[in-house]
């Protein structure tokens, strides 16, 4: 069984940054990707931002410039350091990773951006 344990959520100010970490574990052999995606009330589950395995990234043009994603492969782990965060960035944010043959989420994490 795969879990995704996620922290860093919290209440913080226009401007300010939070660092969302995400650590899988159970079985897994490999993983291709991993991200975050986010959810505000009455809306959809967007896209926050990607990694491959190889490293590659891709944002939300919302969030480019301002967030960034990174992994450990060693850990299972995926970061987002989101940096001059805006009341628009609200929301609950969720840990995504595709594996062979499954794709996981996590429990998701609220971030939420005061004026």
């Known amino acids: 069984q795969v879990q995704l344990a996620e922290s860093g959520g919290g209440l913080v100010q226009a401007g300010g940054s939070l660092r969302l970490s995400c650590v899988a574990s159970?079985?897994?052999?490999?993983?291709?990707?991993m991200g975050w995606y986010r959810q505000a009330p009455g809306k959809q589950r967007d896209l926050v931002a990607l990694?491959?395995?190889?490293?590659?990234?891709n944002y939300a043009d919302s969030v480019k410039g301002r967030f960034t994603i990174s992994r450990d492969n060693v850990k299972k782990a995926v970061y987002l350091q989101m940096n001059s965060l805006k009341p628009e960035d609200t929301a609950v944010y969720f840990c995504y990773i595709r594996t062979v043959p499954a794709r996981y989420w996590g429990q998701g994490t609220q971030v939420t951006v005061s004026p």
């Open positions: 159970g079985s897994i052999f490999s993983i291709n990707d």
């Open positions: 990694i491959s395995s190889g490293g590659s990234t």
